[in-house]
């Protein structure tokens, strides 16, 4: 579903709008009407964060709604049940550190597949360094995206693209999640670099919350992943959160204007 | 145990049996490259290991002293030997990891340095050595923790490092832990991040090891010289494991020595409320490695808990959940009310306050009376003095903390 979705995009041109929530955030039963919000809206893919206690990669925004979350006692399994009671039309894609989905065991892809989950991204588990769990989420039956940093050597980026399915996930800048005022200067740069090497849809995200930078980035990648920018605005209301992705699918589609 | 199987099993591919490894989001995975390429380089290189042992001679006073130990030996009824640690510069064990990593960041051209701290002795360490060479120190420490540890937040601000109060989950160093990754993801290309145990992705564990294993070297020499032969027993307190990885490794092929590990049992092992990841905990990745982790069922992890802010921590060096599951090593506890005894009885006897987390392997000795034979040495790793806990001890309810 994630490979009909972005080979739809391409044959029509657009840009895909990628847009991170955590599952549970604001409160479990807000977290459905924000997704089934950011699906009207325009979104095309739907990051769901499972919670954990101890989010290493994330800055201050996801760390809170991550917080907040188990406080409404929503973990992995929470999540995947309110991704089944959502019954989006958007392919869902869980974006979870990698302790949560062991605690979970071993059939808990097969169960997140049952759950309408299309794929999983792990945050600490870099192509390499477990083969055997890396096989076990690559060979199962969710697609298994990989992510790239601004660090990674292009020798490295290449073998991440062949690991990767549905799309690679391009880290724009160092640091945790959080959104930036400016984009990097040499974005533009690193993308041309993984895209030498990768037939994959490339989708930039971290520091993006605005519909100018949605564009900019746009121009040169197939998608972008908006995530602190939602869940802060998620953080006021339902509705903010589902307005600002309605205005970052404006910026986007303007891209090819 | 054979020395062959202990050799592949030394942490070369950054596994220690199944633990270990390298869970880390890929923006560090080529600094940990290239940290490994530094570090290897640097251990081939007689250059490197000429200005470490200077600096661990005349800056650090190493050898440390093999010290006897008469009176606590009548109460234990064995003799036993105290490897002295806490007379190291800056009063524990630390000051062996944080000045050889300083220098590896000096190679590597990283002049910031980034360090987690609990009890505050392994910041203290580490913005000693920056200031000694020059390189600016930021320190990542809970506010619970510079609560206790207020004494050693003075002196890392008095020697220039920068300290950073963590207020997020526990306040402890599970938590500074995670922020000083954090900054190293942001920052890994120009700071080198001195972790101060043998935890973390690889290569840290190993290269921990590697710089604390001294204390071993030293004390298996030592215990020959002055004892005339090896100990029946090494003992050492674990939070993230390196004083007890430092000298367990000289020993790892005798086999007739028995390693003991002792942890932190805080209010009970069956409270809920202690740091007993290798009795208590189970398999689970945390700051970037496999090993034993206090977890919820959901693989969230559980807030550990001390009276001693250098053992409060959920996870264990991987290394050391090898060694449990191999049965080279045998893991124990003592509660916080049994550490507090430990802590009174090895200055009352010997005139020689340790810190709190020793306190933990002093109260378990003390507790052994008739394990060991009346000429089977014991060497318990003295791994800090107690001068940043006597605050702490003094406040009025002390033993309930
Ligand atoms: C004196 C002392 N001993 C032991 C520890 C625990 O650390 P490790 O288990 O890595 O030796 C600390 C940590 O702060 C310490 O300060």
């Known amino acids: 579903m994630l490979t009909d979705r972005f080979s739809a995009l391409r044959a029509g041109g657009r840009r895909a709008l990628v847009c991170y929530a955590t599952a549970g955030h604001p409160d479990p039963v807000r977290s459905i009407a924000l997704w089934q919000g950011l699906e009207e809206a325009g979104a095309d893919v739907l990051e769901v964060g499972v919670p954990f206690s101890d989010p290493m990669a994330d800055g201050p925004v996801i760390q809170a709604s991550s917080q907040a979350a188990l406080a409404h006692g929503v973990t992995l399994d929470g999540a995947l049940a309110l991704v089944a009671r959502a019954r989006l039309g958007i392919p869902v894609v869980l974006f979870s550190y990698l302790n949560p989905l062991l605690a979970a065991g071993p059939d808990v892809l097969r169960r997140a597949a049952d759950a309408g989950v299309h794929g999983v991204l792990v945050t600490d588990l870099p192509v390499g360094s477990d083969p055997e769990r890396e096989a076990w989420l690559g060979d199962g039956p969710l697609a298994f995206v990989r992510l790239v940093a601004p660090t990674t050597p292009q020798e490295r980026m290449a073998e991440i693209a062949r690991h990767g399915r549905g799309f690679v996930y391009l880290i724009s800048r160092l640091g945790v999640t959080g959104v930036s005022a400016q984009l990097p200067s040499d974005l533009p740069d690193t993308i041309a670099r993984l895209r030498a090497v990768c037939a994959l849809p490339i989708c930039v995200g971290f520091g993006v919350s605005r519909p100018e930078q949605a564009r900019a980035i746009g121009a040169h990648a197939d998608g972008v992943v908006v995530g602190s920018a939602i869940v802060r605005a998620a953080d006021a209301s339902v509705d903010e959160a589902v307005s600002l992705a309605r205005a970052l699918r404006a910026g986007l589609d303007g891209a090819d204007a | ?401």
């Open chain 2, 1 to 401: 145990m054979g020395d062959a199987e202990m050799v592949t099993q030394d942490g070369m591919d950054g596994r220690f049996g199944a633990f270990g490894g390298r869970y880390v989001p890929e923006t560090l995975v080529p600094a940990l490259d290239e940290l490994e390429r530094a570090l290897e380089a640097a251990l081939a290189d007689p250059a490197f290991d000429a200005e470490l042992s200077s600096m661990l001679t005349h800056y650090v006073g190493r050898p440390s002293a093999l010290c006897d130990a008469p009176r606590f030996s009548a109460h234990v009824g064995a003799p036993v030997w105290l490897k002295r640690e806490d007379l190291n510069h800056t009063g524990a064990h630390k000051i062996n990891n944080a000045l050889a990593q300083a220098l590896l960041a000096l190679r590597m051209g990283k002049r910031r340095i980034i360090a987690e701290t609990g009890a505050g002795q392994h910041g203290v360490a580490t913005a000693t050595v920056c200031a000694r060479l020059g390189l600016e120190c930021v320190v990542y420490m809970g506010e619970e923790d510079m609560r206790r540890q207020r004494l050693n937040v003075y002196r890392m601000r008095l020697m220039g490092a920068t300290v950073v109060p963590v207020t997020a989950g526990t306040r402890t160093l599970k938590d500074a832990t995670t922020e000083a990754i954090r900054d190293w993801v942001t920052t890994c290309p120009t700071s080198h991040y001195i972790i101060g145990s043998v935890v973390g992705p690889a290569p840290y564990p190993r290269m921990v090891r590697e710089f604390q294993a001294i204390i071993g070297r030293e004390a298996r020499t030592q215990m020959l010289e002055r004892a005339g032969r090896l100990p029946r027993a090494v003992v050492a307190c674990v939070g993230g494991g390196s004083n007890a990885m430092g000298i367990f490794h000289a020993f790892r092929n005798d086999a007739q020595v028995e390693l003991v590990g002792v942890e932190a049992a805080g209010h009970g092992l069956d409270s809920g409320a202690h740091s007993a990841s290798l009795l208590r905990g189970t398999p689970g990745v945390l700051h970037g490695s496999l090993s034993y982790l206090l977890q919820d069922a959901s693989g969230q992890v559980h807030p550990a808990h001390s009276i001693s802010a250098g053992l409060d921590y959920p996870g264990v060096g991987p290394e050391h959940a090898y060694l449990k599951d191999a049965g080279r090593a045998t893991y124990v506890a003592v509660t916080d009310a049994e550490a507090l005894e430990g802590f009174a009885l090895l200055g009352r006897l010997e005139g020689i306050i340790p810190a709190l987390e020793t306190a933990h392997a002093v109260a378990w000795i003390a507790a052994q009376r008739g394990r060991w034979a009346a000429d089977e040495p014991v060497l318990l790793c003295v791994s800090g003095r107690g001068d940043k806990d006597v605050a702490q001890v003094s406040e009025p309810g002390a033993g309930s903390a």
